[in-house]
């Protein structure tokens, strides 16, 4: 899938028969690396594509990554590599913004935008589990667009997920939903990483997690998106558990 000004959320035929659909957006397509600032046409384009979707009787979920890289510029944070406090307090600063730009782009679209901040314990707590689908069924139910992201600021390094692909495929799963697409800035899994190796091929397929399949991953990588191939990975093994089919798509604008 490429991305175009006027359709982020191609993948048309493959996307075609999903009911239910959880969205990951990654902090490196929606932030801006120098600057710090959200997309604007980027967002746009997504909010079209949301609205497409929801007109084609589609349910959409978004989970989007970006707070942390919004918020440190606004605390003069420039070192990529955070210790945790300071992720937090630029949690705190970015996603509040984060939310208020996507509110403006999908309200463009009449459409609602609810956020949810989730921590690992919600996605594992039975009680808490039910409260938090109970939430995101009724946010279905009344036609808004629930958006997600972990809840940074409360959520120690023991208790956190860390990166918003495994979040997601939680999600996916909480939800019952039968697609996730995690936008990103690769269009899949490479045999090695194509960055430095010329010989690494695209997988354009994958059934199953094999010991082969998780080494193609290589070492998550530093910088404003956490994920890397090896929590795409991760969040692959959550979906299929829970029989949803994942797409890792390049969300990048042509
Ligand atoms: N929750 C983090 C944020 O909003 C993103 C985690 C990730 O990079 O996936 O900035």
Redesign the pocket.
Known sequence: MTGSATEILGHSRKLADSRRMVV?I??VILVDEETGTIRQDWLDALAADVAARRKAGQEVLLV????????RRHLDITRRNLKLEE?QA??AT??GR?VHAYQEAMARHGLTTAQILLTLDDTERRRRHLNARETLETLLGLGAVPLI??N?TVATEEIR?????R?AARVAQMVGADTLVLLSDVDGLYTADPLSDPDAVLVPEVREITPEISAMAGEAKPG????GMV?KLMAARITFAAGCRMIIAPGKLA
């Open positions: 990951k990654g902090s989007s990554s970006g707070a942390i890289a919004v918020g992720s630029a949690a970015g996603q984060l992201n972990e940074d997920f860390g990166d918003n692909d979040l404003d998106g956490s994920g929590t």
